[in-house]
């Protein structure tokens, strides 16, 4: 397959391409490097079957032109996924998530593109009152302008898929996390320490609870699913079994660090000790359609949050800690 991936050089889009070049397809990364990095991707710039074009999904005319190449599919994994951002830049969301993907898909429809995988987000559920949340769950009532700029994404391209004979594969993803992650609360909490090995700010109470999947689960869910899908616009929830909270994500964190008695100090948070306005407390996905299908994840919230965040000390350079240092806890 000839394949486009947005976002390519990114944390998720870095670790999907390896597996599709490795089963043969020729894959065209095209990603403005905000936040992607080309160490991400540089073991494969000797491959022939590998392109990388530094571009944006704003820029219409440069998108249209690599279109032109005659693609098989679209991987579209390119977006602004900083959910907290939206609480003080409220156009980020709209331009990087909505804007974007429309861009994509009028190339997509004028360059007859057939298929197109997106990576949405438990975040387009908002407060969701049935845990696990199913696919169908509703009505969907997004709590931050990242979860409606995803939603939003999400009902564009089911149109296009209808109108202009396309086809779909719409990924829900919980916290996905592991090497090369570049945001999140384990990536936070990594350089906090860095930064002071005795005391941890913690973002609201503590108490938020949720499923963190390993990246390497995300991306065979990913490749399943596509295998699997059955309809126009396939839509699959992705997550782990289980839910963590922030403070067992800290104790991990801590362990992991070899540190012994850091404080831990929390913001308190707003809402009822959500992180920040928009931050949900609460998020566990059912992934019984893709189970029942046969793809099951291979670790739990904890054992993906320690792995990620064994990788993380050691990607960022350690903590540099002396064992056994840190204040009273
Ligand atoms: N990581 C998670 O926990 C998580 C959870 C749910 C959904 N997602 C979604 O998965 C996708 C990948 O997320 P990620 O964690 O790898 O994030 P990331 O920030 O590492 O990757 C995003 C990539 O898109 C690129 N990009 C951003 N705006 C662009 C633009 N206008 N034009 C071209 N390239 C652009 C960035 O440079 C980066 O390489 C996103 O769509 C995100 O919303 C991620």
Same mark, same amino acid.
């Given at each position: ?13 870095s ?32 491959? $022939?079957?590998? !392109? ?10 440069g ?15 390119? =977006? ?10 409220t156009?980020?969301h ?26 949405? /987000? ?7 009152d ?7 769950? =509703?009505?969907?009532?997004?709590? #931050? ?7 939003? =994404? ?17 990924? $829900?993803?919980a ?9 999140g ?10 930064a ?10 503590? /108490?938020?609870?949720k ?17 699997? $899908? =059955?309809?126009?616009v ?20 801590v ?5 012994k008695?850091? +404080?831990?100090?929390? /913001? ?8 920040? +306005? ?9 992934? +019984? +359609?893709?189970?029942?299908m ?6 739990? #919230? ?5 792995? !990620?965040? $064994? ?19």
């Open positions: 397959m000839h394949v486009i991936v947005t976002g390519g050089a990114g944390f998720i889009g670790h999907l391409i390896d597996p599709l070049l490795s089963r043969g397809d020729e894959v065209l990364v095209y990603d403005n490097l905000s936040s992607g990095r080309m160490d991400f991707i540089s073991h494969n710039l000797d491959d $022939r079957n590998f !392109t990388f074009v530094e571009g944006d999904l704003l820029d219409v005319d998108l249209n032109n690599v279109m032109k190449g005659g693609f098989d599919a679209v991987w579209h994994l390119a =977006a602004n996924p900083d959910v907290r951002k939206g609480t003080t830049d156009h980020v709209v331009e990087q998530n909505i804007i974007a993907t429309h861009n994509l898909l009028e190339a997509v429809r004028i360059n007859k593109v057939p298929l197109i995988f997106f990576t949405s /987000t438990s975040t387009v559920y908002g407060e969701a049935i845990i696990p949340t199913p696919e169908d769950y =509703a009505p969907m009532k997004p709590i #931050s302008l990242y979860g409606a700029s995803k939603l939003a =994404a999400e009902a564009l391209i089911s149109s296009y898929c209808y109108t202009f004979d396309i086809e779909s594969v719409i990924y $829900r993803f916290n996905v996390v592991g090497p090369r992650s570049t945001h609360v384990i990536y936070d909490f990594v350089t906090k320490l860095r002071d090995p005795e005391e941890l700010e913690i973002l609201g109470d503590g /108490t938020q609870n499923s963190y999947l390993f990246i390497d689960d995300c991306i065979s869910s990913m490749l399943f699913g596509a295998k699997k $899908r =059955a309809e126009r396939e839509i699959y929830n992705i997550g782990s079994e289980d839910m963590t909270n922030v403070t067992e994500i800290a104790d991990i964190l362990e992991e660090a070899r540190l008695d850091v +404080k831990f100090s929390y /913001t308190g948070g707003v809402d009822g000790g959500r992180g920040w +306005k928009g931050d949900v407390k609460t998020m566990r996905l059912s992934i +019984k +359609k893709l189970v029942d046969g793809w099951k994840p291979a670790y739990s #919230s904890s054992e993906s949050v320690r792995m !990620t965040a $064994r990788h993380l000390i050691e990607e960022l350079g350690g903590v540099n800690l002396v064992e056994g240092v840190g204040g009273a806890k």
